[in-house]
């Protein structure tokens, strides 16, 4: 027993992180090491849950409206990211510069990044939100949404489209304040978001008090007016020029070199921002296609997972910041410490969460759901997720710590061979000639997921991306 507890400690200590001979300096205490990983973390972590519950809470409190009412909020989703592709593209650029230059100590080049993607994020969230809501049924038609509830998908996707506008303005400056560190700033304004989302959410999908009930629409316009609140705090964080970022800090809005920097790294993450929304798209296609009550378990599951994923998610964002920051301070040895450190966090929490989920599966489905035959079909897709969350939160963060170095062709090749390519083929094959139906899409996933984590482990145990120039 004594053995095995020195081996469990060793396995969280730095020393066994890493070979002597990329030692470059002195590296602090693994107390020092964990407390700076926690203080980014855990504001990223629950951040990062907290827009996932958006969407959550939103299913919870149409679920009692029925199947259909799960699936029209359901089949939104993806078309909602697809549309958003371009912005998470620029933010992924905007954390991976800010960091770097808050490693090297130029404060002024990481204001020119945020004004410049804001800009950017500003025009392009507008007309990429006009074209949705034109194109709303053509999107929705594609995604598989069937003729029973279609309609009812468009009110709920147009709607959400309007306050698109400012959660992606609210997301570039929050991923400019994840680069530096600042990850409470994101988590607050999230926070106040979700709880304006879950007062109206009562209010408009119930008719509580003096609000008429609106039901699905409902949902949508309390989305709406939680993401403009959270846009508005935002726009304070960065008001206060004693603030690290700041409005009057960094210059020109419009900075030529900073648009070409960004854009270096944004036109490869455009790439595999694309290759994810493709892979999701078509595959949750694939799941639409086998029926109204399958569609909404296969959403009450995935909304189990999104919240699951948050949590690595969150993490992820954290490394990306620590290990572009090392990086940025010439610090190779501290990037792939804070990555270890980050990955053996998330394989802890991995553990626990798919313990809780297997235990209490039921109990979490009736959050969503008092529909019986949804809960009976989304049963063994909780069963197999449990098992996902052990590959899916540890890959999401070493993807987060190769993020961060601006090693992001890699990235997007390999989104293209898992979730673009073996994700949606497996779905389709699995689910419908060999009849095995949401359990099949669903081991797609596990699949998917064992995939990506193999693969990302390996590059990063390589560690040539400790020597990206950015």
Not at 264 to 275: K, L, Y
Not at 387 to 395: A, D, G, M, V
């Amino acid at each position: 027993m004594k053995v095995l507890s020195t081996k469990i400690l060793s396995f969280y200590k730095w020393q066994s992180m890493i070979d002597e001979n990329q030692i470059i300096g002195e590296i602090p205490s693994n107390k020092k090491i964990y407390k700076r990983t926690f203080d980014i973390a855990w504001p990223s972590a629950l951040e990062s849950i907290s827009m996932s519950l958006i969407g959550a809470i939103d299913m919870m409190m149409v679920g009692n409206l029925g199947a259909k009412a799960i699936a029209s909020v359901g089949i939104s989703t993806q078309p909602k990211f697809i549309i958003m592709a371009p912005i998470m593209a620029l933010n992924i650029a905007v954390t991976v510069l800010v960091s770097r230059r808050k490693g090297e100590g130029n404060r002024k080049a990481a204001n020119e990044y945020l004004l410049t993607a804001w800009f950017i994020s500003g025009v392009l969230s507008i007309l990429l939100s006009v074209l949705g809501i034109i194109f709303a049924r053509d999107l929705l038609t594609f995604a598989g949404a069937r003729f029973d509830y279609i309609d009812t998908a468009m009110d709920y996707f147009r709607i959400i489209m309007v306050g698109n506008i400012f959660y992606c303005m609210a997301l570039t400056i929050s991923s400019a304040q994840r680069g530096v560190g600042l990850t409470k700033i994101s988590l607050r304004i999230n926070l106040a978001a979700n709880l304006v989302n879950l007062v109206m959410n009562a209010m408009l999908i119930n008719g509580l008090l003096f609000f008429p009930r609106l039901e699905i629409k409902g949902a949508a316009i309390a989305t709406a007016i939680g993401n403009f609140v959270a846009f508005v705090i935002a726009l304070k964080s960065i008001s206060n020029s004693d603030e690290y970022l700041a409005f009057d800090y960094g210059g020109k809005i419009i900075d030529f070199k900073a648009m070409k920097d960004i854009f270096n790294i944004a036109s490869t993450s455009i790439v595999e921002q694309v290759f994810l929304r493709i892979g999701f798209f078509m595959y949750a296609k694939s799941v639409a296609g086998l029926g109204t009550v399958a569609f909404a378990a296969h959403q009450v599951t995935m909304n189990v997972m999104h919240i699951s994923f948050s949590i690595g998610d969150g993490l992820s964002v954290a490394t990306s910041s620590l290990v572009g920051q090392s990086l940025g301070s010439k610090r190779g040895d501290m990037a792939i410490i804070h990555g270890i450190v980050s990955q053996r966090i998330g394989f802890t929490i991995a553990i626990t969460v798919s313990i809780l989920i297997t235990v209490f599966k039921v109990p979490i489905l009736h959050l969503f759901t008092n529909d019986l035959e949804v809960i009976k079909t989304a049963f063994i897709p909780m069963g197999i997720l449990a098992i996902c969350i052990l590959f899916q939160i540890p890959q999401v963060i070493t993807i987060g710590s190769l993020r961060g170095a601006g090693d992001v062709k890699f990235v997007a090749v390999l989104m293209f061979i898992s979730v673009t390519t073996l994700r949606p083929f497996l779905a389709y094959l699995l689910s419908y000639p060999m009849g095995l139906g949401l359990t099949g899409a669903w081991l797609s996933v596990l699949f998917d997921q064992f995939t990506r984590s193999y693969i990302s482990t390996n590059r990063f145990k390589k560690a040539e991306w400790i020597k990206i120039k950015i």
